[in-house]
């Protein structure tokens, strides 16, 4: 009889609704999970494993001494987008797949990217926490010059499945957009600018595009010197890409009038971050994918492909250019 497929789940997600997803595969998987929440549970756990499915949170990394202690490991899928907090070089010289989640929650992402640069435009935050706090500041309102949506030039830094949905529900709202992306896209429904281009000729900017070697720092301070005045940034990508400090002195400049951050250089945002009590920044604990129907459609993604690897089919998501059929190891 064949062994079981040994698959290791991390947390976050949930015991109970991971041998929920994997039930109907019966005796041709064996669920495990680490037996503490820390780094040598993880270590443990991951050397009999012949899948594993990743920590969303990256706080229990499959760095390169992770993937050292599994040799056994044949597959890693990611509940999320981002695999930063994977070793993928070394599992790609391993000639092991990596998949991620892509596009699971492009529409929840996208629209709070249009929500947080509707809520910069017209002062919600902001108005929200002056009637809080007891006062009743609709002159002041019309003095920090709201704005109409529409008016504004978009950038979008990043035109993946985010980006170009991102693109569309601006363009429905009468917005024009721009984007640039590593790869230019003849088919997209928005204008392609080079990197400084955009940076100088978008009102509203997003980012919208994987933390990696060749983008992190990218939106730098002297990137962010090319904005117009008074320009907005609503970042949904990952915070390296444009450093905290980065954000603040184009802030203190008055370079940025505003900045809507779902994500930081370190997470949870320190308490005493300065980014805390700026009165222009709209602030979210990295939860703009989080939705009923994005976390629906990762249960989905995450259960049909580490179904598709224990039965011989072809994962979808590889992102590291490995035979997306899962061999055992």
Same mark, same amino acid.
């Given at each position: ?121 017209? +002062? ?104 117009? +005045? ?18 603040? +002195? ?14 930081? $250089? ?37 259960? $049909? ?25």
């Amino acid at each position: 009889m064949t062994a079981p497929w040994r698959i290791l789940s991390l947390p976050p997600i949930g015991e109970d609704v991971v041998r929920g997803l994997f039930a109907p595969l019966g005796d041709a998987v064996e669920m495990t999970f680490p037996q503490t929440r820390d780094r040598a549970g993880l270590l443990a756990a991951i050397t009999g494993a012949d899948i594993a499915i990743g920590d969303f949170t990256g706080r229990l990394a499959l760095d390169a001494e992770a993937v050292a202690a599994a040799p056994r490991l044949a597959f890693v899928q990611m509940p999320a987008v981002g695999t930063d907090s994977i070793d993928v070089a070394g599992l790609t010289a391993a000639e092991v797949p990596v998949a991620n989640a892509a596009g699971f929650n492009a529409r929840s992402v996208s629209e709070w990217a249009v929500g947080a640069a509707l809520a910069l435009c017209r +002062d919600l935050a902001w108005g929200d926490r002056a009637v809080r706090a007891g006062e009743w500041p609709q002159m002041e309102m019309a003095a920090r010059r709201p704005r109409e949506l529409h008016t504004q030039r978009i950038g979008i830094v990043g035109f993946g499945s985010i980006g170009a949905e991102t693109a569309r529900l601006f363009t429905a709202l009468g917005c024009a957009v721009s984007y640039w992306t590593r790869r230019r896209r003849p088919e997209a429904a928005a204008t392609y600018r080079e990197l400084d281009d955009l940076m100088a000729t978008s009102d509203i900017l997003v980012l919208a595009l994987p933390l990696a070697d060749e983008t992190r720092g990218l939106i730098g301070p002297e990137r962010l010197a090319l904005l117009p +005045d008074n320009a907005f940034l609503v970042n949904v990508a990952r915070g390296g890409i444009a450093p905290d400090d980065a954000v603040l +002195d184009a802030l203190k400049s008055g370079r940025l009038a505003g900045a809507a951050l779902d994500v930081y $250089d370190d997470e949870p945002l320190p308490l005493e971050h300065p980014l805390r009590s700026h009165e222009d920044v709209l602030l979210s604990p990295h939860a703009a994918g989080t939705s009923v129907q994005s976390q629906l459609n990762l249960v989905a993604l995450v259960r $049909d492909n580490v179904t598709a690897a224990v039965q011989g089919r072809d994962v979808r998501n590889v992102v590291n250019g490995v035979n997306p059929q899962v061999r055992r190891r």
